[in-house]
């Protein structure tokens, strides 16, 4: 007997999920494919708001809530920086015809509000599923026969993100980079002076006496607070030169971002209030041809890939200072990409809206399993955990 067959039949109150994990620029994007519930609400935002307050506790099975997103971000199955997406078949843009699939996004906080890694991963799996209970739009997908593409409307929490995966006989082409359009990106603060108290300053910023720090803040469908790692006290850059440690950076980017979270006029958001909090803090240096950034994200997690809605993100700061221009583009690196040729992202400004700027961004994803998670009714740890110290 098959073991999944077996393990179903032995537990037939087992919570079953199926998932398909994919990696972009080495960030995973775990897809749920089946198991998790419908959500309630109209619109994308309220299904978010739903899922945030009521269906984290998705299943109630005699007195224990199984934790959908627990189990499927934290360990034994997950692992404290994996990453997901939800796939949502219909939503108020998919009902009106401006989207073709709607989806959220979920990680060890929380969910969040765009992601440009994901929506690459998700690009290529939609154009290769032909299961209609997944994507019951899947066959209107429009391909362009003469530059060989797919086009993919893909209704996210801040938006509709418009992709482009490349196409080979009806499947993905992997050796060619997904590409979409973000929703306008735009600045909020330029040249911020931050003051650090001297009780939470870090070791290397008060060894050099610092006492205040210089950030941008930008929105590209979520907002980040963007610093130069010499100005957090780090001279060499993101690097490991001199001893630095990720742990290091990790200790600064939270004290900044406690700092900054409280001042809610930084993250104002013309027409949601849903999306106005600081998701993450990027430490940026140069780097030929482009930049390199460190990215912590929602509870400190470290993304793997240079972050497509930061860029997004940096390519309107860039803009807003001058330093890019309209049809120009950058490659943006992360501290894993950088030490593979073609693994990171590029990111181009094409438009200059009244609402911000439309940022390309390319980058590729690729499959790494399939897989059917469990729950098994007397398991003592239904929801997963995370490693630390006992209270």
Known sequence: MDVFEALLEQNPATTTIK?????????????VVKGYPDLA?????????????????IRQRQATLVYIRDILMREPRGHEEMYGAILIAETELTRSGEADIGVLFCHNEGYSTMCGHATIALGRFLVDTRDLDIFPRRNALVYDAEAGTTALRLHA????IHVQVPTDDGHSDASRPV???????FTTARNLVVVIPPAVQWPRFRAQQLSEVTVDIAYGG?????????????????????????????TATAALKKLLSPRKALFAHPT???LEFLYGVIVVEKARPGELGLCFFAD????????????????ALA?????????????????????????????TAVEKLPQGVIVKVEGRAFYTGASSFIAEEHDTMPNGFIVGLPA
């Open 41 to 57: 609400g109209d619109t994308l935002l309220e299904k978010r708001r739903c899922a945030r307050e009521k269906h984290d506790d």
């Open 222 to 250: 979520a907002f980040y607070a963007i610093v130069a790692a010499a100005a957090l006290g780090f001279p060499h850059g993101v690097r490991d030169a001199d001893g630095t440690t990720l742990a290091e950076f990790d």
């Open 19 to 31: 998932v398909v994990d994919m990696h972009t620029s080495g960030e995973p994007t775990r897809i």
């Open 179 to 185: 590409s979409f359009l973000g929703v306008p990106s």
């Open 300 to 315: 400190q997690q470290i993304d793997r890939s240079p972050t497509g809605s930061g860029v997004m993100a940096r390519v």
């Open 272 to 274: 949601e209030p849903d």
């Open 319 to 347: 803009v807003d200072q001058g330093r890019l221009q309209i049809g120009e583009g950058r490659n943006y690196e992360s501290v894993v990409s950088l030490g593979s040729e073609g693994n990171g992202f590029r990111g």
């Open 157 to 160: 929490p801040c938006g509709v």
